[in-house]
């Protein structure tokens, strides 16, 4: 008898562990461990950050007018709390995004830069939100600014639970999370989430502009929150916008020019047919008139 119970228990313990995980579940899963992970890696991170960030406070707190009232723009800074807790690491990628890419031979990874700095989100004592920036220096950190902005409403960076739902929409069970990033591109004001696969890596884009990417380029266009193939997504960018155009602009205006949009020729089609028709038209009027006139 406690033979059978014995045999029955072990049946059951192997039959719990067999049923198979769903393919949402693989992926959350996935998810999950890769940010938990990533944030036992960062933590040495995080303790320089605090004490750049409360360095940089103390200082603007010293340096402040005692005449300021609360409502003053200048009182951001020293009153700012940071929300430790939401800080998040971020990359960037070559500059000319789309022909890096493919000089890379369609290699992505080979297009993010090394280094990568920290976004540290924070509430002012006015209930404004804003976000510190941080660059690497020195085996540590140093302030680069803080933009003001309403975090409150903001998508970026996009939670843990909504990169989960996007991916197993998109993703299936055999596939395998390598390592998901963060990034940005500064030419066309571009964050992404780069998730890195063992059979493809996907892109899912925020522009902080996202009529910019939607521009008049046949039927491609750039969805925020939208899971991307790079491959596709490189192709659909390549679609829209010619980096040529821009490659040997003077490097003193790198970040401030125009997106290099492709030129569009449907215009230029229009007017030519126009042209072509109206040739047409008077030819045979021209034709019709001199039969007549020869009668």
Not at 91 to 120: A, M, P, R
Request: with cysteine.
């Amino acid at each position: 008898m406690k033979r059978l119970c014995f045999i029955l228990v072990i049946s059951l313990f192997v039959l719990n562990n067999s049923v198979p995980v769903s393919a949402s579940e693989s992926i959350r899963q996935q998810v999950k461990n890769i940010f938990a992970n990533k944030k036992k890696v960062q933590r040495n991170d995080l303790n320089k950050i605090k004490i750049v960030l409360e360095k940089e406070k103390k200082a603007n707190q010293e340096g402040s007018s005692k005449t300021e009232t609360i409502s003053d723009a200048e009182t951001c800074l020293g009153r700012e709390e940071y929300q430790y807790s939401k800080a998040y690491t971020l990359s960037s990628t070559e500059y000319f995004l789309i022909s890096e890419y493919y000089k890379q031979n369609k290699n992505f990874d080979k297009i993010i830069l090394s280094s990568y700095g920290w976004q540290v989100p924070y509430k002012t004592a006015n209930g404004e939100h804003g976000v510190a920036s941080l660059a690497p220096k020195a085996n540590s950190f140093e302030w680069v600014s803080e933009t003001d902005n309403d975090q409150g409403k903001a998508i970026w960076p996009p939670k843990e639970d909504e990169i989960i739902s996007i991916l197993t929409k998109n993703l299936n069970k055999n596939t395998k999370i390598k390592d998901i990033t963060f990034l940005n591109n500064i030419l066309y004001a571009l964050d992404m989430v780069y998730i890195k696969c063992n059979n493809a890596s996907y892109i899912i884009p925020y522009p902080e502009n996202p009529e910019a990417l939607n521009a008049d380029a046949g039927k491609y266009k750039i969805e925020t929150g939208k899971c991307y193939r790079v491959d596709k997504f490189i192709k659909i960018m390549n679609s829209m916008f010619d980096e040529s155009s821009v490659k040997n602009s003077d490097s003193n205006t790198v970040g401030s020019i125009a997106l290099p949009y492709r030129k569009s020729y449907t215009l230029l089609y229009v007017i030519a047919a126009g042209i072509l028709i109206g040739i047409i038209v008077l030819i045979a009027v021209f034709r019709h008139r001199f039969f007549h006139i020869t009668q």
